[in-house]
């Protein structure tokens, strides 16, 4: 208790709702909500960001089979997109004795499993594989999304403090950043390279059984251990929002749209480099060893953590709109950077004296442009504060269905990134190579060719690719994030007002409305249960 009490000081937690900054965190929930994502993102990268290296390296494809796949993707998650609204409008009428969120967290994690195990687990190829990931994508557009909304419209019920929630926020993307990095630390390890022994297409199957346990397993640090915010006792159910309610209560919030504009920008433009390009770039041009692409991006996932780990310490010190534009700067010239490396010299022979020298300035250039990875956290923050906003202005605070525009934007943004990507894919004819790798991979998981041997046969694959081909993926995995992200600063810059400042404001004049409405005298005796 005593270890407990010191950590609560020590950490700046707990206490009562307070005039001046809103209901406190509870280090319970400090603890228990972050940890929940930990498992979820693990699942959500190796889904969305390895699907399509997974189809790559393991399916011999035609351009029309290729052309189908990225048609499915950018469909489900369109449709994936514009359904976070209507599940957010969903969470906010839930009623349970379980609370609000936790069912749909629960309900939407098993399934989202059972999803996950037939996607790569099932031993399906050519049109048949085409169908089936047709149905298990809408169908992850729907499970994935009953957890998602439900477990990111909890975090801004749990305290309405801004140092608190600066926290919190800090401490849950630590944990999804831990849950993705870990992602793009064993996947590129055990599917390509040395460590694959048991080839491309087994690894995927164990490792997609991992992501569901984790999923699972992690979500119940929140469905079991996080206590919910009760209800406002004069707090009714309503009639359920209609599409166009829903719609309309979104787009009534001009500084929620200003948010979810910026990230969706944002989100497309860096989304070309992790969805893929910069997967293929590297295995062509140093060669299939995902040992070395992991090795690669240490420095960018140091930078982002750090930049997260600081950030309530920066955010007070300089203010949260000067981190925003460091970050966003960062990722500019490191962008610049790696493309006029790419196009100074070729890598030359493996592990060679060009390929250590080409090797090291990017990785040192990565560790930059990981800076950049503090955005997200950032405009995770403005969302959640034009919850404040929105009762300010309308007198509704609804939380589910605000911050199911941050899923709402990351899917959307996928599925532009996923038609930049696959563009860029044919005008490069990657196909042509992946193919060819696919075939040894499979022979190797059915024991038709030594494990011993997949490395060199690979390496003449990858070694015959023309220069211009490589060119083409540098140029575009490079200029695409630099136009975007450039374009994002500038709409952030004249039309995004919700600072500190303002916020406090707002939530100050809310406060003094429900007094002298005289609301909140049993909710506050409420709240200082839940702390």
């Given at each position: 208790?005593k ?10 937690f ?52 290729f ?6 993707i ?10 976070d ?12 004795k379980w ?22 687990c ?17 169908l ?50 055990f ?93 062509f ?195 695409i ?10 709409i952030?810059k ?13 939530m ?20 200082i249960?839940f702390?």
């Open positions: 208790m270890l407990k009490n010191f950590l609560m000081k020590f950490l700046g707990g206490g009562v709702p307070t005039e001046e900054g809103g209901t406190r965190l509870s280090m319970r929930n400090f603890v228990m909500f972050p940890l929940g994502t930990l498992g979820r993102d693990f699942l959500y990268n190796l889904f969305n960001g390895y699907l399509l290296a997974f189809v790559l390296f393991t399916k011999n494809l035609t351009d029309g089979q052309a189908s796949i990225t048609i499915i950018i469909a489900a998650r369109i449709f994936d997109a514009f359904n609204p209507i599940m957010g409008g969903i969470v906010e009428n839930t009623r349970s609370g609000r969120y936790k069912p749909w967290q629960t309900i939407g994690a098993v399934l989202t499993g059972a999803v996950i195990i037939m996607v790569f099932l031993p399906v190829d050519g049109w048949a594989f085409i169908g089936m990931l047709a149905a298990a994508y809408l992850f557009s729907i499970t994935f999304t009953m957890n998602d909304i439900s477990y990111w419209g909890m975090m801004p019920s749990l305290t309405t403090h801004s140092e608190d929630r600066n926290k919190l926020t800090s401490f849950t993307q630590i944990c999804a950043g831990a849950g993705g990095g870990l992602v793009g630390l064993v996947v590129p390890m599917t390509a390279g040395a460590l694959s022994f048991i080839g491309a297409v087994n690894a995927y199957r164990i490792l997609a059984i991992v992501s569901v346990v984790l999923m699972i397993g992690f979500q119940l640090f929140t469905i079991l251990g996080v206590k919910e915010r009760p209800l406002p006792r004069n707090l009714k159910k309503e009639d359920a929002l209609k599409l166009r309610d829903i719609f309309k209560t979104i787009l009534k919030n001009d500084q929620l749209l200003i948010s979810a504009l910026v990230l969706l920008i944002i989100s497309v433009g860096s989304g070309v480099v992790t969805g893929g390009l910069q997967m293929s770039y590297f295995y041009e140093f060669g299939y060893q995902g040992g070395w692409f992991t090795t690669l991006g240490i420095g960018g996932a140091i930078t982002s953590t750090a930049m997260v780990v600081l950030y309530p310490w920066l955010s007070n010190k300089f203010g949260r709109d000067k981190i925003f534009y460091f970050v966003l700067f960062c990722m500019i010239i490191g962008h610049a950077l790696f493309m006029v490396v790419g196009l100074s010299f070729s890598a030359g022979a493996y592990m060679s004296t060009t390929w250590w020298v080409k090797f090291v300035l990017m990785a040192i250039i990565s560790a930059i442009t990981g800076f950049g990875g503090g955005h997200y956290m950032i405009m995770i923050i403005n969302i959640a504060n034009t919850i404040e906003y929105n009762e300010w202005k309308h007198g509704r605070r609804d939380e589910g269905l605000i911050f199911s525009l941050r899923p709402f934007t990351a899917k959307m943004g996928s599925a532009l990134q996923q038609g930049l990507v696959s563009a860029v894919y044919m005008i490069a004819g990657v196909l042509t190579y992946t193919n060819q790798i696919s075939d040894i991979e499979n022979a190797v998981s059915s024991g038709d060719i030594a494990a011993e041997m997949k490395d060199a046969l690979i390496a003449e694959i990858t070694t015959s690719v023309p220069e211009k081909n490589k060119m083409i993926l540098l140029v575009c995995m490079c200029l994030p630099m136009v975007f992200v450039s374009v994002a600063m500038i952030y004249k039309k995004f007002h919700l600072n500190e400042t303002e916020l406090e404001k707002m100050a004049e809310v406060r003094e409305k429900k007094r002298i409405e005289g609301i909140a005298d049993g909710d506050v005796a409420e709240e249960a702390e």
